[in-house]
């Protein structure tokens, strides 16, 4: 049996399909961080931690003069979030039905879609975890308006390449941001065109869990998602009525090049 407990729930094979393909498609919609960065793995439930190769010695010398120290690691995080689902709502699914009810599916894949995504660019830091905006060496650049993201964009890949990281870069904006980008226009002319057309050689992202915006490298080797189990779903529980399951994942990110992205601050313009 896995840890999962999949064959305990008392769901069919239909309504299992159904429960992770609205998963899948949730996901595959509100994660970004993992179209930014290198992703290692999944190794599965085993893996625990990732050795940084390293080694933090102790200062104070035995009797004998020797030297001893512990290798440094960082563990994996695990998440899981709880959902429930009607049980005569699921066999439905068995019988064809095809608008089945998976609003709670798709919440809690939510939910695991900000926590891994606000671990990226905000970090965690209980978990050892630095974000990537949150350890980025550059200053952030100020927005006050729409029509200053060229210019902001134009700023920030000067910053990106006067460190030396190299192109393609990425424009990454959160829900507010995305949303007023796209509506924004220079005398009739979308800024976004602009932008796509005039200075960015990479993506334009939308990721749901960040505050504002930033430009990153995508070159590679700059940051580290590391997976031990991926998002998977569980069985917990379940009784006449209703089946509790969950959505869960093991997970940990590194930084390895501070300087490979810059934020970009929305303030209130004059």
């Known amino acids: 049996m896995s840890i999962l407990r999949r064959e305990l729930a008392p769901i069919s094979a239909e309504a299992w399909s159904e429960i992770d393909e609205m998963a899948r498609q949730k996901l595959e919609l509100d994660l970004a961080g993992r179209k930014l960065v290198d992703i290692e793995g999944p190794f599965g439930w085993e893996h625990g931690v990732v050795d ?5 010695l102790d200062t104070k010398k035995g009797k004998d003069g020797s ?8 563990p994996l995080v695990e998440i899981r979030v709880p959902f429930k689902l009607n049980l005569m709502e699921l066999d439905g699914s068995t019988r064809g039905a095809k608008d089945i009810d998976l609003d709670a599916v798709s919440e809690a894949a939510e939910k695991v879609a900000q926590f891994e995504d606000g671990a ?21 650049i100020a927005v006050r308006a729409a029509g200053d993201y060229p210019g902001a964009l134009v700023e920030a ?21 995305y ?31 960040l ?9 590679g080797g700059d940051y580290v998602l590391t997976l031990g189990q991926d998002l998977s779903i569980g069985y917990a529980s ?12 093991s997970f940990t990110f590194r930084v390895l090049e501070p300087a490979a992205s810059v934020k970009l601050s929305r303030t209130k313009g004059k």
């Open 120 to 140: 990226i660019f905000s970090g965690l830091s209980p978990a050892g975890i630095e974000g990537m905006l949150g350890s980025s060496s550059h200053k952030p």
């Open 157 to 177: 890949i000067e910053k990106l390449r006067d460190s030396g990281i190299n192109e393609p870069y990425a424009l990454v904006l959160g829900t507010e941001a």
């Open 211 to 219: 505050d504002g915006a930033a430009v990153t490298s995508t070159r």
């Open 67 to 74: 030297l001893w120290g512990l290798r440094k690691v960082l």
């Open 238 to 249: 379940h009784d006449k009525d209703e089946v509790e399951l969950y959505v869960t994942e």
């Open 179 to 209: 949303k007023e980008l796209n509506r924004a226009t220079n005398d009739g002319y979308p800024i976004r065109r602009q932008i796509e057309r005039q200075i960015l050689d990479g993506p334009i992202i939308h990721a749901p869990s």
């Open 52 to 56: 940084l190769g390293r080694l933090d």
